[in-house]
């Protein structure tokens, strides 16, 4: 049984395998050239003594591949599961292969578990490996950049994309068994798999943990704030950046916690938003008048006495408790499927 498991697992590994070594020579020999990059740099700036001053030529290195492989990072699990798990059990549905499974004193439990078993293991360690690969090659970068833990990036770092992966071929092979053709199988395979996704970054992660906290002034001269055009309705406060967090939102608020009101605003800044507007002169850009800049840093000097931006955040600590979590969250929602896929069977045609 296992024989015969892996004979008709040879072909999707063989190529499996074979785009698996192309892509780690690639970025074998990338990745030291990137690495090389960023090793000169940071001893050139040590030298001179100004590397916090200094951008870093290693984030301008391959281009166009440092927008490629987070792309290849995310899509992976996809392909698994729409070329791995899909086509498992739907193709031997289709063809009625596995009446003759059955009749070989094989026992549907058997049959299922060796299958699912070898194959997904196997699309385990394919999005692992990618992911590692990947995580070498943009560790560099990662260094500079600090967002790991970003919406987007938390998904192609870390143990996550394992459980992603295990998820895709379960979905994939669940679909199968469900609509009993592979074409059928693989477009809600895909669906399934992204809608999954998306849940999963936008209303289940943010609840993996409570967010911190923090209070922080507002900028000298104003740099970042700014204010809604529509009757000074709004404050809006600056981007701030948590290196290797994960920024919720920023607000501004009072000491009792409120978002500043228009009434309050045009209140403590009326020279400011009593102004007459300023006409951009005949073909030229508009430009804020020196009068209008002063007025806008002394209404934010003026707020910063009584509001402050406060910043509900995932710290950098919390990367790989989170990491953990949601690939606990995909290899749980994996085994329910199989388990789904083994009842559908067994109710169907044991």
């Not at 599961?81 to 059990?89: E, K, Q």
């Not at 950049?145 to 379960?170: C, K, Q, T």
């Not at 507002?218 to 700014?226: E, K, Q, T």
Request: glycine share 10%; proline share 7%; with cysteine.
């Amino acid at each position: 049984m296992i024989r015969l498991a892996l004979r008709e697992f040879r072909t999707e590994g063989i190529i499996g395998l074979g785009l698996l070594i192309a892509l780690g020579i690639m970025l074998l020999v990338t990745g030291v050239h990137v690495v090389n990059v960023n090793d000169a740099f940071h001893t050139a700036c040590r030298a001179a003594r100004n590397c916090s001053s200094t951008s870093n030529p290693v984030l301008t290195v391959d281009g166009p591949l440092q927008h490629a492989l987070p792309l290849i990072a995310m899509i992976t699990p996809a392909l698994i599961g729409l070329f791995f798990g899909a086509p498992l059990i739907a193709h031997e549905i289709e063809t009625g292969i596995f009446r003759l499974s059955w009749t070989q004193s094989v026992t549907l439990r058997r049959w299922l578990v060796v299958k699912l078993g070898i194959v997904g293991l196997a699309s385990m360690v394919i999005g692992g490996l990618v992911t590692w690969m990947v995580d070498w090659w943009m560790s560099p970068i990662d260094a500079v950049n600090m967002n790991r833990f970003g919406l987007s990036s938390f998904g192609y770092h870390g143990v996550a994309p394992i459980g992603y992966a295990a998820f895709a071929f379960a979905l994939g092979a669940t679909a199968g068994t469900l609509f009993r053709r592979t074409v059928p199988a693989m477009g809600a395979t895909l669906a399934g798999f992204v809608g999954a996704r998306l849940a999963v970054m936008y209303w289940v992660r943010p609840n993996f943990a409570s967010p911190a906290h923090e209070s922080v002034p507002l900028p000298i001269n104003g740099g970042g704030v700014s204010f809604s055009p529509v009757a000074a309705a709004a404050f809006n406060p600056p981007s701030v950046s948590v290196p290797n967090g994960w920024v919720y939102s920023t607000e501004a608020v009072n000491r009792a916690g409120h978002a500043p009101t228009a009434h309050y605003l045009l209140n403590v800044c009326p020279a400011f938003f009593n102004q007459a507007p300023q006409a951009p002169p005949p073909g030229g850009k508009k430009t804020a008048p020196a009068s209008a800049v002063t007025l806008f840093n002394n209404c934010v000097d003026k707020l910063s006495k009584t509001i402050h931006t406060l910043v509900a955040y995932q710290p950098g600590s919390r990367f790989w408790p989170f990491q953990w979590a949601e690939m606990g969250v995909f290899l749980a929602a994996a085994i329910a499927l199989c388990g789904l896929t083994y009842w559908w069977l067994r109710r169907q045609y044991a």
